[in-house]
């Protein structure tokens, strides 16, 4: 079957990433559960914190102090590592870097940008950031 120039085969191929196993673009449901599982992490870290109250808006400082810090010096968050996902750059053998993590975190938490994603499933962030979040 032949393909117009413009298009995929999969989610990936046009970043040269494989259509699956390790480095393959991750798919949606793991992304979702490791997203979630960080931020139940967030707030079990931010309750001792807060208690007896609930962590409000508090447990949102937390996120993003451990996204951040996490996805730049580890290129995974504590949720990517138990999905066993990790971030890959756009400039290949080199760290996220804590400006790009910050953005790309920043844009995540407005969860809009993390909504508009491409063929590649790569949100506005990712994209933002120089990211795509792949299998590991």
């Not at 085969?9 to 960080?38: C, H, K, M, N, Q």
């Not at 949102?60 to 951040?68: D, E, G, I, P, W």
């Not at 080199?94 to 938490?109: D, E, F, K, N, P």
């Not at 809009?112 to 491409?118: D, E, R, V, W």
Request: with cysteine.
């Amino acid at each position: 079957m032949m393909t117009a120039p413009d298009e995929q085969l999969y989610p990936g191929e046009r970043l040269g990433l494989p259509e699956t196993g390790p480095s393959s673009v991750a798919p949606w449901g793991r992304r979702i559960g490791a997203f979630l599982l960080d931020v139940v992490i967030s707030a079990a870290l931010t309750v001792p914190f807060t208690l007896p109250n609930a962590p409000k808006n508090w447990s949102l400082l937390t996120f993003a102090v451990l996204y951040t810090g996490t996805s730049a010096f580890l290129g995974r968050t504590l949720g990517m590592i138990a999905t066993h996902l990790r971030l890959a750059s756009d400039r290949p053998g080199r760290r996220l870097g804590l400006i790009r993590a910050l953005v790309r975190t920043a844009l995540l938490m407005v969860l809009i940008p993390a909504i508009i994603s491409n063929s590649d499933r790569r949100g506005l962030h990712d994209r933002c950031s120089g990211t795509t979040v792949v299998t590991d």
